[in-house]
């Protein structure tokens, strides 16, 4: 049992984190303020969540312009979809 | 437990939401079903009664108007849903979908009226079942996976009508008509009661 709870991942211990994980895992890159939307978070929240996804190298921003505005996107690492399929695992173990 | 339960349902829905267009109503289905069946019933019973270059001339303005009638009938049952389901209605998944389904659908569009041109208007009923299909199942992966086994019975339907040409009326009214209406019922029942 306890080697089950050992592969939960701690990065993903909060809704958001998982939130986020969740979008970036199935489209190919989201926009700040799309995932604002989607997870119906404030620019605060969502911004230090990314932060910290960002600083175990799972997601990447991806800084462009549309016109002159200036855009951020995030797309999923190699690293992050493994981590993630890990945790899912793991998740699901728990509950059989 | 219970929270691990929880962060997989989280996780679900939140991949189905970001992903694919869920707003797409049964009655969008059933009322475009019906308009197609009205349609070719016209065409059937009045329209292939009349002397050839009227009979092309009415059944051209008879597909527009059972065309427009339907999409919008499809947009505004779908427009309820998400009004209904408190989501947003146009979304970058919409979007995806509209260019993914009007693609193949407009490939097929200008391929039936150059044929018409070319007085082979009797392909065109099977050309416009296979052509849809292809957007359906173009389209299927970002809402229910359902448009993809109705994607597939439309261009089974459509390839019966360029084989059997002198019954084509029947199949397209099957395809366009009867699996609508079939397929609006089962996902009414299905998916939009549930979300009630």
Known sequence: MTNIISNLNKAFDSRIRLGIMSVLMVNDAVDFNNLKELLELTDGNLASHIKALESFNYIESKKQFIGKKPNTSYVITELGQQSFKQHLNALEKLIT | MEKQLEDLKAIREMMEKSSKFLSLSGKSGIGAGTCATIGATVAYFYIFHQPRTVAVQLLILDAVIVLFIAVSL??????????????????????????????????GGLLSIILIHRDQIEIVAGLTLIFYGLALINTSKYTYEEIHFLGITEIILGFFAVIFLNYGIIFWTLGFGICHILYGIVMYFKYDLKNK
């Open chain 2, 74 to 107: 499809g947009i505004y049952f779908s427009y309820q849903k998400s009004k209904n389901r408190n989501e947003k209605f146009v979304s970058k998944v919409l979007i995806k979908i509209l260019y993914n389904l009007f693609l193949p659908l407009f490939a």
